[in-house]
């Protein structure tokens, strides 16, 4: 997967390639964290900077060049339009229509042709589509061969039905062909929907990189029926990531220098960010339990299990894109390196990562209170619970993963050191062995 600034499309980059890339009409522009300093259009400051400085000062750099960017540090909202209530599927092709009057060459990804949501799903477009099958990662290997497929076929929307990282492949795609991008999430286990930017990872499931897209997805339709119906461990790990976003905005929000996840990667949070990113935590705290419980009973659907659902996918969505992610997500991205943690799911290793975070703060008492609601809802806790031997090297992996240059960790302030990560884990994994 290759290339530079003249290739056809610019979503392929190598592990290597650090330049930021532009789409020939740029229609399509990514960006990484690591490109904020070493970009095409890279800052006078940056260019100085040393190599081996760079990760350490990324985020501030990235903050404080406000006079190379006349954009940096200001607020940002970044949201996509949402729909969400039972039945949705069966009119979405009617939704999309009303929304986009000119489009009409429709690709599907879905993450299963066979079910019966899936069958309705394709069935809402009377005049047909591209229906293309993915399961597995969303790797660049991945995206190129759907992306292949639907320049052929002229598409013109992509619909991606499914879970994270079908999403994330439908907005690669949708966006490296200037399509209109419709996400409809078959769980509701993280905020992929609502995010303008996806993750990469390689095809034997290690974290890749993030990728950015200069806006959210055009619609995100929710069927709250399609996620009471699947499975509860995804809801309860959408839980988890979506419970990180608050502390984690908060963490952002204090550091002067912190900087939200909106690409380019400059911006401040508003207080309307910060307000969502609360409310979300608020709803999850209230609503958890009854929720849960409706689902667990097998229904009827209810207004918590509603409330549930957008703080899963649209409050933490926008909470953590144009809020910012911390320590919690730091710890995640730092996880995913050790094998084992492949069968965890991505909100369950951030609900560890978020507890860990609020010791690094100093914040016993919260850490508690997400501690009891780990448990409560059947989140991890501890490394133990999320099936990882840990050892004093694998602590030195993870603190050392947290510290490099790309690594969220750095909106935690300027000055978190190795000593810090590994006693805030060491703790974390003890209030287990004392609380339980
Ligand atoms: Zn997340």
Redesign the pocket.
Known sequence: TATGPNSEHSASTTQNDTRITHGEQRAYQTSRYKMQMNSQRRTAAATRARPAALGRRALRVCALNGGERPIAGSRVLQAPKYYQNSGLVDSLGELVKDMFPYVSRPAIITWNRGSDDSERLVKSFPDGALVHEHRGECSRQVVEDVLAMCKAAGIDHVVAFGGGKVIDVGKMVASSINAKTVVVPSVAS???PCTGLS?MYTPDGAFDEYVFFPKSPDLVVVDTQVLFNSPLRFTVAGIG?AM??YYEARAVMRNPNGVTLVNPFVFRPTLLSIAVARQCAETLYEHCEAALDAKKSGGPLNKSFEDVVEANILM?GIG?ESGG?AA??AI?NALVQFPESHSML??EK?AFGTIVQLIMEGDEEEALRVFKFNKMVGLPTSFKDLGIDITDERLQMVAQHCLSPDSTMWNMGPHVTAEQIIHAMVKAESLTMVLV
């Open positions: 993280t905020d992929a993750v990531d990180a976003t933490s953590a992610l919690a997500h995640h991505h909100g951030v």
